[in-house]
T-cell receptor, first 120, second 109 residues
């Protein structure tokens, strides 16, 4: 059973960098396969796809965020991370990590999400 | 949100309900890659339908999906109290990105 767990600071000040980590269990990072993904949900709004990283380190980002986002991976720790620069109140959201298997177009396992609030 | 869903729907136990998800020819209408997620607040979202109408192993056959043009639909038959949750649609779209709906809150009365 694949499990994902997000961790982060909870509160980030405006203009600073948001950093989150997703720890994965039940799936190997070192074998071929798996696109590790970040998705967020703004308050009272729907979901927004942020981007993904492949086990090899290749990344692909939402064009609306690509100037501010970096996703990285640490296969030795079974973790991948999100960094979002220059945050504003509009970045306040619940951030989810999720998995997508290559060749598919859906997210089969998700974390419970972590709320990040951007304060002024 | 990129995809449009009704904010809420309701039904009585045993009844059937349908949730719509409307996009464009660049996402829902252009690809057979619509997925649906059930989300109980505070828990991880759960995939219930993928590729328009396919159910993952272990998902009840009370959940079914379909698509016509730019609109996809999720039908839940034989409503049960445990079905009360938020439901989100998602679609693969142009430039290899994903878009989602705003979510629909299902109340089982």
């Amino acid at each position: 059973q694949v499990q994902l767990q997000e961790s982060g600071p909870g509160l980030v000040k405006s203009s600073q960098t948001l950093s989150l980590t997703c720890t994965v269990s039940g799936a190997s990072f070192s074998s071929v396969g798996n696109y590790w993904t970040w998705i967020r949900q703004h308050p009272e709004r729907g979901l927004e796809w942020i981007g993904y990283i492949y086990y090899s380190g290749n990344t692909y980002y939402n064009p609306s965020l690509q100037n501010r986002v970096i996703i990285s991976i640490d296969t030795s720790k079974n973790q991948f991370s999100l960094k979002l620069d220059s945050v504003t109140a509009a970045d306040t959201a619940v951030y989810y990590c999720a998995r997508r298997i290559p060749g598919t177009h859906y997210f089969d396992y998700w974390g419970q999400g972590t709320l990040i609030t951007v304060s002024s | 949100s990129a995809l449009t869903q009704p904010a809420s729907v309701s039904g009585s136990p045993g009844q059937s309900i349908t949730i719509s998800c409307t996009g464009t020819s660049s996402d829902v209408g252009g690809y057979n890659h619509v997925s649906w997620y059930q989300h109980h607040p505070g828990k991880a979202p759960n995939l219930i339908i993928h590729d328009v109408s396919d159910r993952p192993s272990g998902v009840s056959n009370r959940f079914s999906g379909s698509k016509s043009g730019n609109t996809a639909s999720l039908t839940i038959s034989g409503l049960q109290a445990e079905d009360e949750a938020n439901y989100y649609c998602g679609s693969y779209g142009s430039y290899s990105t994903w878009v989602f709906g705003g979510g629909t809150k299902l109340a089982v009365l």
